[in-house]
């Protein structure tokens, strides 16, 4: 039999929609026991309960980021995989109708509206727009597919991989200004890793032109976050969406708070379905118990 | 040689345009000649010079309503087309960059920032959703391609066609409230016709749900203008979104300026691109002097 600790805040429902599958040799328990192998839950609640669980081998995290695990003073004895391959529709959601709040022009017809004028100015659009996306894996890929469904020119910034077909020109390690020079768009999927540490930073947000809009909704730490307040305050681009930060929530006297043109979310992008969530663990416990590689393992050294 | 007189606002554009087509045994002119076949414009314009056109044989529209061309006492003793299968596209974007503006909580989020306040509060999505189309020509069918793109649940009311294969329900005559009936969201892409007028009335308002939202990108006669009124004062569905309207530019004393939670968008949705409408034109032209049935030709007695 196989214990099955589930550790996050809608442990209840993580624990219903398991059940209801009746997964064969699989017992739940609700505290950590020494012989327990796996574990299902948040990043967070998953480290702290890692010297209480000596025989984990297997832990499946409910979220797509894991750093709280990657801590390199922390044991990695266990496999370890995250939820992928489920953010990419709502991720598309969320970038597509930033960008589109901007290109119609909703917050400058509201305010039409408010001051009674019938303002019959053009709006914009992104059919023949190009967007730039900095990171390509299942989320990016998605959002290829939602740029392209629109009339959109696709670039994809990424480290060698060139898995999406519908990225019409890859760019990789130096590249990075020459991707980012003349974007509409630059949209930010990055994780948090070492190699992405202040990535976007003055150089890149330079080659981009005064109309671009970025947005944010890889890991804070992919921006150099006073070079963006500068870009922004100057208008050298036109507007930022930030969906994550450096840290969170923002401090309350971080300057994002008041710098112009930039629309704060709160990193509310992609929310974890526990539906989503929980048949990624049964699709990977079907993997474990056959004794097969699981789906979506993190790499501790690379850290997704 | 066949004449050709442009009337539209962006004239010399669609000039340059329509000359760099080379096309054979085409004049441009630019007053009306008595000997003048052929028209190119917008409705209003072409229905100012009907009287100098006695040979008028083909009127080519610029936009997809030519209402200004339908008044029963005109003559219809020519072909009229209009433009169609370019606005899908704007259309599109305009429809779901609202429909996002609201499940993304876009205005919300930018009031808890305003107030300095991390708002982590689930957002709303796409998927899952059910939406209805009334009216599925090529701007519904567009509509609905995006609609299963994010993995929602679209149903159609026509009169009787069932022509896009990504409509999961039809739905035609009587059984407008049955159609609107549960929908999350209402799209009304009618053209005006004597059918049309306040086919959203009271009852169909009522089918819907209080979170419901109503986008109008049709024509404003399709509206109750009153029942919609009535029922986004008592909250009875969540929000509208309006681009047309039976008057514009809306008066200054209409009630919709202050409706709670309706926003008005000033006819903007769609515009006619002339690069767009240009091709139109040049591929009815080549139909025109081959003597074959030219394409988007109007029923002046159905009105589209």
Known sequence: ???LLILAEDADEYRALIQKENLPDLELISQPEADCEIVFGTPKLIQRNLSAL?????????????????????????????????FGGLMSEFVFGHLLYHEKKIGIH???????????????????KTIGLLGVGSIGAHLAQTAKHFGM??????????????????????DLIEFARGLDYLVCVLPRTKDTNKLINADVL??????????????????????????LARGKIAAAVLDVFEQ??????HPFWMTPNLQITFHTSALSYPEDIAKIFVENYRLFIADKPLAHRVDFERGY
Chains 1, 2 share one sequence.
């Open 1 to 3: 039999m196989n214990k």
């Open 54 to 86: 000596p025989n984990l081998k297997w832990a499946q995290s409910t979220w797509a980021g894991v750093e709280p695990l990657l801590d390199p003073t922390l044991r990695r004895d266990y496999i370890l995989t995250n939820a992928r391959g489920v």
């Open 110 to 128: 509201l305010q039409a509206q408010k001051e009674k004028r019938w303002d019959h100015a053009d709006i914009g659009m992104l059919r023949g």
């Open 153 to 174: 020119t696709v670039r994809g910034y990424t480290k060698s991989s060139e898995t999406s077909a519908r990225v019409d020109n890859y760019y990789h390690g130096s």
């Open 206 to 231: 330079n080659a981009l032109p005064s109309h671009a809009i970025f947005i944010n909704v890889g890991r804070g730490n992919a921006v150099d976050e006073s070079a963006l307040v500068d870009s």
């Open 248 to 253: 969170e929530p923002l401090p309350a006297d």
